[in-house]
C-alpha cells in the first residue's frame, strides 16, 4: 500500500550539504500500523512529510497504492491522506463538527452527508454527538481535542494516515485510553497508517511493524516481537535496551500462554488427596470451581504440605484474575502485586480457562511464541 523506494532527502549543496534521509526503501501492506523510531535528527519525521510532500524529496520514490505520489498534485495528494500531528490544530472558531469536516467541505461533500459523518465519528470514541457536536475546541478536555483531531483525519475516509506523535502531549492516564481506543478504531477501519513516536513502549504497542533510524539511514524494519527478539546490530539491541525482554511481554496474549489444564479440588477433598493430585500434575496451586465454571478458591501446595484436615480449612478466596484477552505483561504485574505464583485466567464471563505461572511466561518469552 506504501512503498518508499531509495527516498533521499539532501539540504544543502556541495560541501555543505547534509543528508537527513538517505536511502530508505520499505514496504507497508495494506491495513498495518509502520512506527517510526530514532533518535532526535534521525530522518524519521522527514521521511513521514515525504510520503504527502509538505517536503519534497531529493531523490527516490513514494508510492501509494501502486501510483508514484510524484505524478499527483500536492494539494489533491494531500487532501487524500489523513494527517495528525501532536499540536491537535483544531480551528478555535469552528465547531467540533466544523473542524472534523474541514476535508469533507474541501472536497464538496453535500453538508448533510459530512454533517452526518461527523456524527458517526464522534459515536465512535464515545463523544455524545448531542453534546460535543456544537462546542468549540476551547470547551474540550486536551485529550477530548486529540480526540478530534484523529477524528478529523479519518472525516473523508482516507486509505492512508500519517500520525506525527499524535499522544505525545497527553498525560499517561489518558494516552492509555486513547492509544486503546484507536486500536479498537484500527481493528474497524483498517487503515494503513505511518506512525511517527520517540517512545517505543508505544510503538510496541501500536505497530505491525517498527522502523528504527539513524542518522537518515533505516537500520531495521520488522515486527515489534522480531525487532526485540533478534536486534539487526549493535546500535539497535542499545537502543531497544536491556529490558527489551520485558518489553515482549505486551506482545504475548494471556490466551496464547496460558495453561490450558488445570487442578481442580472440593471443600470437602482430604488435604492429604489433594496434594497428591497436584504434585503428580506438576502443578503449584488447584483451584475450588462452582457449577458455573468460575474459581472460587485456590488453594496452594505451600499451604497444605505437612497438614491435615479438609480443603476448606486452607483454601483462600480465588479474588485476583486475569482476563484471556489481557497481555503477560498485565499478568505479571498481578502475579507481583498479590504475591501469586499462580494466576487463573478467565473468559469475559468469569469463567476459569487456564491457569498463567512463571515457567509460561519464561518459556514463551524463550520461545518467542505470540
Not at 465512535?124 to 460535543?132: A, E, N, Y
Not at 483531531?149 to 473523508?156: D, E, I, K, Y
Amino acid at each position: 500500500m506504501i512503498r518508499l523506494e531509495n527516498l533521499t532527502k539532501i539540504y544543502g549543496e556541495g560541501h555543505s550539504a547534509m543528508k537527513v534521509v538517505d536511502d530508505v526503501s520499505l514496504d507497508l501492506p495494506q491495513g498495518e500500523i509502520c512506527v517510526l523510531l530514532g533518535p532526535s535528527g534521525c530522518g524519521k519525521t522527514t521521511t513521514m512529510k515525504m510520503i504527502n510532500r509538505l517536503i519534497q524529496p531529493t531523490s527516490g520514490k513514494v508510492f501509494i497504492d501502486g501510483k508514484d505520489t510524484s505524478t499527483v498534485d500536492p494539494i489533491e495528494l494531500r487532501r487524500t491522506i489523513g494527517y495528525v500531528i501532536q499540536q491537535i490544530g483544531l480551528f478555535p472558531n469552528k465547531t467540533i463538527e466544523d473542524n472534523i469536516c474541514v476535508v469533507p467541505d474541501l472536497l464538496g461533500w453535500d453538508r448533510p452527508k459530512s454533517r452526518a459523518r461527523a456524527k458517526e465519528l464522534l459515536d465512535l470514541v464515545g463523544l455524545q454527538p448531542d453534546l460535543f457536536l456544537k462546542r468549540y475546541p476551547r470547551e474540550l478536555s486536551g485529550g477530548q481535542q486529540q480526540r478530534v483531531g484523529v477524528l478529523r483525519a479519518l472525516a473523508a475516509d482516507p486509505p492512508v494516515m500519517l500520525m506525527d506523535e499524535p499522544f505525545g502531549a497527553i498525560d499517561p492516564i489518558n494516552r492509555e485510553v486513547i492509544q486503546e481506543e484507536f486500536l479498537k478504531i484500527q481493528k474497524k477501519i483498517r487503515k494503513t497508517i505511518i506512525f511517527v513516536s520517540h517512545d517505543l513502549d508505544e510503538a510496541v504497542k501500536m505497530a505491525d511493524k517498527i522502523a528504527i533510524f539513524r542518522s537518515g539511514k533505516l537500520e531495521q524494519f520488522a515486527s515489534p516481537n522480531e525487532l526485540l527478539a533478534r536486534p539487526a546490530n549493535g546500535f539497535i539491541e542499545s537502543f531497544l535496551g536491556s529490558d527489551r525482554a520485558l518489553k515482549r511481554l505486551r506482545l504475548v496474549s494471556v490466551q496464547a500462554a496460558m495453561q490450558p489444564e488445570f487442578v481442580t479440588v472440593s471443600m470437602a477433598e482430604p488435604v492429604e488427596q489433594a496434594l497428591a493430585r497436584m504434585r503428580s500434575r506438576g502443578a503449584a496451586a488447584a483451584f475450588v470451581v462452582n457449577a458455573e465454571g468460575r474459581a472460587e478458591a485456590v488453594l496452594t501446595v505451600e499451604a497444605i504440605e505437612g497438614h491435615s484436615g479438609s480443603i476448606a480449612d486452607f483454601a483462600q478466596p480465588a479474588t485476583v484474575s486475569v482476563p484471556i484477552t489481557g497481555d503477560l505483561r498485565q499478568a505479571v504485574s498481578l502475579m507481583f502485586a498479590h504475591a501469586m505464583p499462580v494466576l487463573p485466567c478467565v473468559d469475559g464471563g468469569g469463567k476459569l480457562c487456564g491457569v498463567m505461572t512463571y515457567r509460561a511466561i519464561v518459556q514463551n518469552l524463550v520461545g518467542g511464541k505470540t
